[in-house]
């Protein structure tokens, strides 16, 4: 009786403490018995200062390494693993995807029934065929429960023949609520990309557009492998500019000085950053390969397009005007955050004794 009363809901087993993560789990801990195990504390990946930390947290954890998630030592953190179930029993261990070798070994050290799995790979960035596919499949067959963030994902899970339950949360995390003063927007033909400067977020194909747009401007926020070939680009063109890195503390004041958040990328797994465009009040205009497009209706709250067409991006530019940005603010209004998140913590909580 003892072992029962003391049974943990979840193990939650992730990557990295990330701000968005943490946010979730302590909502989580507020009606579940939760015990989270970090791999590493970081990562040596280009982010903002704030991005992963060990503050304000509500919940019992685990860190397994101090080093950056790269650096980690695997086995010793899958002995780690292997000695903590042991220890705390719990109805479920859920496993933050299938990128890691400590979550194969949670695959194998567990009865299927207890496997619960997080997806935040979608359809448009996963192999459903070949060596790579076959070792999902593989990996899914022990898997009862998975959480995925929107159809997309889900569309993922059936393409590897998945056949367990799943559960759609329509979010990785609960993104920083800072307090802020509600501008009155007006449109002034400003736009802003936040994120890491590589391939997939399909930048250059964004400043090729803005190029030709002179009166429109677009600010960068971010770091990355690219920011060098992006400025080389954007060169002499007065209507971009790069603002760096910055932490996540002052990005507030970024999304109220501009018109409307774009997330132009080939494939993403979620896009935090709509969110947060969301929150701040502000229209956003993203790829129908990004996850969080579930988030858009297309003309209400913002827009939809095809990530390798040019001419579509352009004519929904060009289309705005002072009165469909008063329509677009409108529909925004509308949509809650807080309603979206209270809704992804009873996603997890909804089979509870």
Known sequence: MQKVENMLDYVIVTHLPTFYKINLYNELAKNLKIF???????????????????????????????????????????????????????????????????????????????????????????????????????????????????STHKELLKALNFKGEIRETLGVGIINKLDFKPKLRRYHKKFLFVGRLIAVKNLEFLIEIFKELKDYHLSLVGVGELEESLKELAKGAVNIQFLGAMPNAELSRIYLEHDMLILASLKETWGLVVEEALYYKMPVIVSENCGASALIKHGVNGFIFKPSHKESLKEILLDLDNKKYLHLLEGVEEFSIDKKDKRQVAVYSCDRD
């Open 36 to 150: 989270v195990v970090f791999l590493a504390l970081d990562t040596n990946e280009k982010r903002a200062s704030d991005f992963s930390h060990l503050e304000n947290i509500s919940f019992e954890y685990l860190l397994l390494s101090k080093d950056c998630l790269q650096n980690r030592s695997v086995l010793k953190n899958i002995l780690q693993l292997k000695a903590l179930l042991q220890n705390r029993p719990t109805k479920r261990v859920l496993i933050s995807g299938w990128d890691c070798l400590e979550f194969w070994a949670l695959r194998f050290l567990n009865p299927k029934d207890k496997n619960a799995i997080v997806v935040e790979s979608s359809i448009y960035e996963s192999k459903t065929c070949g060596l790579k596919a076959w070792l999902k499949k593989f990996f899914l067959k022990k898997i009862s429960l998975a959480f995925v963030c929107a």
